[in-house]
């Protein structure tokens, strides 16, 4: 009887502890507050975005930009509120760029995994295994879903299972139905089973459910076009007074009831704004 000998464990070098490039990010394992929850959608919106930045370039370019509109704006008027205004238009900017690009990215995706999975399903009944034919399929197949099916293929190549490879898919894409082609595989690949009529289902799954939220989408467009304008109209209606009449916010600020009005508004904005925007993302979840 064969004996196998197990190859001898390898010992850390230091002096290749420096090839590997860190993963930067801001979100710290375990810990639930409510500033790592954010710095923890802040990690994964820079990852979903496709764009391959760190979470600290994004960082420093809404510094920059906002020190840099809040300063023109602060030249031109010499006026506290309109630079404060400016400063966070131009800080917010650059995160809701790589919150429209996220979006877009997700719908490409989207579009892409039903024929990704009848390619898979093609290519699982020349009798290859799934392995192979995830690697097939992610060569053919463009991106940023192909981009991110190599990323998994790689990993097999490194020796971990199917499940594992997979298993940051869902997290990196931020795309629903990557996380259930990702169940059915593992489910396939422990139980075993038909493993083509398992894709076609699959994939009529989630035509019809890309179908139903374009439909849903296009019902609701009307109401979330006015949830939108109701948050951006404020600010702009505001700015508009402060450039036509530079004292209007002194005056306003002159009296105790000016002030706590102001403050009420702010504060009641602020919280219909999170409201609004946290409905309008459950609806448009993927």
């Given at each position: 009887?064969?004996?196998?000998?197990?190859?001898?464990?390898?010992?850390?070098?230091?002096?290749?502890?420096?090839?590997?490039?860190?993963?930067?990010?801001?979100?710290?394992?375990?810990?639930?507050?409510?500033?790592?929850?954010?710095?923890?959608?802040?990690?994964?919106?820079?990852?979903?975005t496709?764009?391959?930045?760190?979470?600290?370039?994004?960082?420093?370019?809404?510094?920059?930009?906002?020190?840099?509109?809040?300063?023109?704006?602060?030249?031109?008027?010499?006026?506290?509120?309109?630079?404060?205004?400016?400063?966070?238009?131009?800080?917010?900017?650059?995160?809701?760029?790589?919150?429209?690009?996220?979006a877009?990215?997700?719908?490409?995706?989207?579009?892409?995994?039903?024929?990704?999975?009848?390619?898979?399903?093609?290519?699982?009944?020349?009798?290859?295994?799934?392995?192979?034919?995830?690697?097939?399929?992610?060569?053919?197949t463009?991106?940023?879903?192909?981009?991110?099916l190599?990323?998994?293929?790689?990993?097999?190549?490194?020796?971990?299972?199917?499940?594992?490879?997979?298993?940051?898919?869902?997290?990196?894409?931020?795309?629903?139905?990557?996380?259930?082609?990702?169940?059915?595989?593992?489910?396939?690949?422990?139980?075993g089973?038909?493993?083509?009529?398992?894709?076609?289902?699959?994939?009529?799954?989630?035509?019809?459910?890309?179908?139903?939220?374009?439909?849903?989408?296009?019902?609701?467009?009307?109401?979330?076009?006015?949830?939108?304008?109701?948050?951006?109209?404020?600010?702009?209606?505001?700015?508009?007074?402060?450039?036509?009449?530079?004292?209007?916010?002194?005056?306003?600020?002159?009296?105790?009831?000016?002030?706590?009005?102001?403050?009420?508004?702010?504060?009641?904005?602020?919280v219909?704004?999170?409201?609004?925007?946290?409905?309008?993302?459950?609806?448009?979840?993927?």
């Amino acid at each position: 009887m064969a004996t196998h000998v197990l190859p001898p464990r390898l010992e850390p070098r230091p002096e290749f502890a420096g090839i590997l490039r860190q993963q930067e990010t801001f979100a710290t394992p375990g810990d639930a507050s409510l500033g790592n929850r954010l710095n923890g959608w802040f990690d994964r919106l820079m990852v979903q975005t496709g764009w391959g930045l760190p979470p600290t370039i994004l960082l420093m370019l809404t510094v920059i930009l906002a020190v840099a509109a809040g300063g023109a704006v602060f030249v031109w008027l010499e006026n506290p509120l309109p630079t404060a205004v400016a400063a966070l238009v131009g800080g917010l900017a650059p995160v809701a760029a790589a919150v429209l690009a996220r979006a877009a990215r997700q719908k490409r995706i989207n579009e892409q995994l039903p024929g990704m999975i009848d390619e898979l399903s093609r290519a699982a009944r020349t009798g290859r295994s799934l392995e192979h034919c995830l690697r097939m399929v992610a060569r053919d197949t463009p991106p940023p879903l192909g981009a991110e099916l190599m990323q998994c293929v790689r990993k097999i190549d490194l020796g971990l299972p199917l499940h594992l490879a997979m298993a940051q898919l869902p997290e990196r894409t931020g795309v629903i139905s990557t996380s259930i082609l990702n169940t059915a595989l593992s489910v396939h690949r422990q139980t075993g089973g038909d493993l083509i009529s398992v894709l076609d289902r699959l994939s009529i799954t989630l035509r019809e459910r890309t179908q139903f939220l374009g439909q849903l989408n296009a019902a609701t467009t009307a109401s979330r076009l006015t949830a939108l304008l109701m948050i951006a109209l404020p600010p702009f209606i505001l700015g508009f007074f402060l450039f036509r009449d530079p004292a209007y916010f002194d005056n306003l600020m002159a009296s105790s009831w000016g002030r706590a009005t102001t403050a009420a508004a702010v504060a009641l904005m602020a919280v219909g704004s999170v409201w609004v925007l946290r409905v309008l993302a459950s609806s448009q979840r993927a």
